[in-house]
């Protein structure tokens, strides 16, 4: 930390989970606790973004603006609309450093600092900062605090025990009737040879999945999260000998990654190129398989971008502030 301090730091998100909690994850392991700013620009103004401007009615000097002041250390952003409103911020607030994830799909990103997935087959440049996984809230050290006192309702579960991360349909990727069957009978079939279950599904997990998998969760030796209380996802991957995870979402495959258990994949229906490479580079580094078959005997070194992630944006911070003691 710069002279001692902690920076404060913002997550500037449109709100959507998958954006804002990898970000909380970074900021955590820079040891604070961010203030998450969320906007909400008109449709009009968000079909010209990121190349337009933002939302007059979310200006600094607008009750409820996602950048009125005062302004951070740091900003975390991503999305697509996000960007129109880090470009704004840099302009206001020079001192601020400005950190995008993802490909923004314009240089006029106003960011000094890209984190940028290997599947987006990002530029090599001084200020991109190139990474398998997104981050998260998982860290190795939170799942081995979990191990050292874990959940009773989680330990009580028998082993070999599965946690199983649940996505759904997407802009690429759909559930079909076919899709949904043959999934939750594979997770059927696997209970009903022993194997204790931990299920999370998501907001985007068709009713059809979700009610299936609320019936399979009515039977001993299966949890299943029903969306209510507290999240247990750190808990399943900490307690889990195994991960299922839907072949819909880098973020949760990335998490499952971080365990250094086995994975395997189910692929519903579609898919996009990224996912692919996504998949490729990190089978490089962590051992997958397909669910059902195919299973995965060994583990590997967790894989986990986050600390990577945060160190280089703590670098960045006290280099600027070097630069440009205000």
């Not at 990474?131 to 579960?157: C, F, G, K, Y």
């Not at 009737?177 to 194997?195: N, Q, Y």
């Not at 258990?261 to 580094?285: C, M, T, V």
Request: net charge positive; proline share 9%; charged share 20%.
């Amino acid at each position: 930390m710069t002279n001692g301090r902690r920076p404060t730091v913002w997550v500037l998100t449109d709100g959507k989970a998958g954006d804002e909690q990898p970000l909380i994850g970074v900021a955590e392991a820079l040891g604070v606790t961010p203030v998450l700013r969320r906007l909400r620009p008109r449709r009009v103004f968000s079909w010209f973004m990121p190349w337009g401007p933002i939302d007059p009615r979310e200006a600094p000097n607008q009750l409820g603006s996602p950048i009125a002041p005062p302004y951070p250390d740091i900003c975390l952003a991503t999305g697509r609309r996000a960007v129109s409103y880090l470009r704004r911020l840099k302009v206001l607030s020079p001192k601020t450093l400005t950190v995008f994830f993802k490909d923004p799909r314009t240089s006029r990103h106003g960011a000094d600092l890209l984190i940028v997935q290997h599947h987006d087959r990002p530029a090599l440049a001084d200020n991109i900062l190139a990474v398998t996984t997104a981050p998260n809230r998982t860290p190795l050290a939170r799942l081995d605090t979990i191990r050292r006192t874990p959940p009773p309702h989680l330990v009580a579960l028998p082993h070999p025990r599965v946690a199983v991360l649940v996505g759904g349909d997407s802009r690429h990727s759909r559930f079909t009737p076919d899709d949904i069957d043959a999934f939750a009978s594979a997770l059927e079939s696997l209970h009903d040879r022993g194997t204790s279950l931990m299920i999370t599904t998501s907001r985007r997990t068709p009713r059809e999945l979700a009610d299936r998998l609320a019936t399979l969760g009515e039977r001993n030796g299966v949890h299943f999260w029903t969306g209510t209380g507290e999240n247990p996802l750190a808990g399943y991957l900490a307690l889990a000998d195994e991960v299922v995870v839907t072949a819909d979402s880098t973020n949760m495959i990335g998490e499952a990654a971080g365990t250094g258990r086995p994975i395997r994949l189910f692929y519903p229906s579609g898919g996009h190129r990224k996912i692919d490479r996504f998949i490729a580079a990190l089978s490089d580094q962590a051992n997958i398989g397909r669910f059902p078959g195919n299973q995965v005997m060994t583990g590997y070194e967790p894989v986990n971008s986050t600390s990577l992630i945060a160190n280089r944006v703590l670098e960045k911070w006290q280099t600027m502030r070097e630069k440009q003691p205000w």
